[in-house]
């Protein structure tokens, strides 16, 4: 289900209504009033990468993720940290990456002034023409002895947004500033540079969301949380050395 949207809550009610054996939400967030509904009326609810209370659910360990992320990256020698995404009250999975962030900076002591955070609404609907134009504004607003020595993003297109606008304004990734995106997408993988990112099977997790929905609406399983695993993947817009990332893997 999308998260604020009338639509949704208007087709939810119509399930309900025609008495839907139960209903699964993947991600969102600002939903939990189309929830309540559901499990007033009875109707057994399970979640996709999200948690929420004691609602059986599965998600990608995000927060771990980053947290492991920004750690590998200060050991690889990294220093200043930028981070760049949409609110973190948009979505529960966004507010999960952005505290393994914080949570990253802090386990490795990073200096206050040695990190930023760019958190834009727009990026929630325009996520490449928003990085671009945030990258340059931010960049240009700081001396470049302040600017990060790399970025983290919410997302793949976001961090292509960044790139784009990077080699618009003669800087170079990752010998200037590197970027990390996350989710893998395709297009990742062929970008010039191509992205270091964060990799989360999907197909992993609408498996596991109908095991565990079958599980539920036999009665099963009310209160089931199933954490899943992600990989960084390490290409050439941001270097980190394998014995690194074994460290934070195995």
């Not at 008495?19 to 929830?35: A, H, K, P």
């Not at 790399?150 to 990752?174: E, K, Q």
Request: proline letters at 4%; hydrophobic letters at 35%; one cysteine or more.
């Amino acid at each position: 289900a999308s998260f604020n949207n009338d639509n949704v809550r208007e087709g939810v009610h119509a399930l309900i209504e025609r008495r839907v054996d139960g209903l699964i939400f993947i991600g969102g967030g600002n939903d939990d009033d189309i929830i309540k509904d559901c499990l007033d009326a009875n109707v057994p609810v399970v979640l996709g990468d999200r948690h929420h209370g004691e609602l059986p659910s599965v998600e990608f360990d995000n927060e771990q993720s980053v947290k492991n992320l920004v750690c590998a990256l200060y050991d690889a020698g990294y220093r200043r940290f930028a981070y760049a995404g949409e609110p973190v009250t948009v979505q529960d999975n966004l507010e999960a990456r952005y505290r393994g962030y914080l949570e990253g900076l802090k386990l490795c002591q990073v200096n206050e002034k040695d990190s930023t955070a760019i958190l834009d609404n727009t990026l929630h609907h325009l996520k490449v023409q928003t990085s671009y134009t945030l990258l340059e504004k931010f960049l240009h607003s700081i001396p470049r002895e302040e600017w990060p020595q790399v970025v983290l993003t919410s997302n793949d297109m976001i961090a292509h947004g960044f790139m784009s606008a990077a080699r618009r304004m003669g800087i170079s990734v990752p010998e200037d500033i590197a970027v990390v995106g996350f989710d893998d997408i395709t297009v990742s993988e062929y970008f010039n540079p191509s992205l270091t990112t964060v990799s989360q099977d999907e197909k992993l997790l609408g498996r596991s969301c109908y095991q565990l929905f079958k599980s539920v609406i036999k009665g099963k399983k009310r209160t089931a949380h199933e954490v899943l695993p992600q990989k960084i993947v390490i290409r050439e817009s941001a270097y980190i050395p394998e014995e690194v990332i074994r460290n934070y893997t195995e």
